[in-house]
């Protein structure tokens, strides 16, 4: 059986190399692919572009949605998830360092499952990742994937 990825949005290599270090930390054994900006984020869900070829039904498990994205920001990337059939279902964990309440509200009013500012210090961003991989990938029944 496909087994269903985590889809990580996120332009900072800092940032990506600290979320992939916490998951490997807290033993969350999962398939992460990485997206470095919001254009290349669409290209992987809806199989254009570089990601030609690829199933667009194999949607993934979760998406952890920076905000602050090059090229189309994260916003536009959740607005354009919830306009399709196929992904709108998929959960959508924005996980930025935005603390702008606009942020926030625009976040939730886009279709964001839920909103977590990304901790400074590493230890409490280890802790906020195992929160979310024992959530979304263990506790969480992910919606089925659309025929």
Do not use: C
């Amino acid at each position: 059986m496909y087994e269903r990825p985590i889809l990580l949005v996120e332009d900072d290599p800092n940032d990506e190399a600290l979320t992939l270090r916490a998951l490997k930390k807290n033993n969350i054994q999962v398939r992460v692919v990485v997206a470095h900006d919001g254009a290349e984020a669409l290209d992987y869900l809806f199989g254009t572009g570089a990601h030609q070829g690829r199933d667009p039904q194999e949607v993934p498990r979760v998406v952890l949605l920076d905000l602050k994205l090059p090229k189309v920001n994260g916003l536009e990337v959740l607005r354009r998830m919830r306009a399709h059939a196929q992904t709108r279902l998929v959960p959508v964990v924005i996980l930025t360092s935005s603390n702008e309440e606009r942020d926030l509200v625009a976040g939730y009013g886009s279709g964001a499952n839920s909103y977590i500012r990304k901790p400074v210090d590493f230890t409490e961003f280890a802790e906020t990742v195992r929160h979310l991989g024992q959530y979304w990938l263990r506790l969480n029944e992910a919606p089925p994937m659309l025929p």
